[in-house]
Nanobody, 122 residues
Framework: QGQLVESGGGLVQAGGSLRLSCTAS????????MGWFRQAPGKEREFVAG????????YYVDSVKGRFTISRDNAKNMVFLQMNSLKPEDTAVYYC???????????????WGQGTQVTVSS
């Protein structure tokens, strides 16, 4: 299904913003659901946001609702995560992932990127 590469991470102060990008090489991702996950040191990987491939329905973990927005640009074969009002607890490695079947937090994500680090300072 191709490779996924995340970019856009970095170091920001609390209250700042970052936009994460995920681009796919090889086959197009437009027909699949996409998700963003994150993993902080000492914690399990957590679903952050997802977007369906047909309806455009979006999903968010409660802790980021109203602050993060997931979107996709199928023409560019990319998915984005706009992160506003960042908090120190958002610090984690963020991963882009593809679900071949289904969408949202409760489905299997089959392909993963290598992740991009987001660090939010207080």
């Amino acid at each position: 299904q191709g490779q996924l590469v995340e970019s856009g991470g970095g170091l920001v102060q609390a209250g700042g913003s970052l936009r994460l990008s995920c681009t796919a090489s090889g086959r197009r991702i437009s027909m699949y659901a996409m998700g963003w996950f994150r993993q902080a040191p000492g914690k399990e990987r957590e679903f952050v946001a997802g977007i369906a491939w047909t309806s455009g329905t979006t999903y968010y973990v409660d802790s980021v609702k109203g602050r993060f927005t997931i979107s996709r640009d199928n023409a560019k074969n990319m998915v984005f995560l706009q992160m506003n009002s960042l908090k120190p607890e958002d610090t984690a490695v963020y991963y882009c992932a593809v679900a071949l079947i289904g969408s949202g937090p409760g489905v299997k994500y089959d392909y993963w990127g290598q992740g991009t680090q987001v660090t939010v300072s207080s």
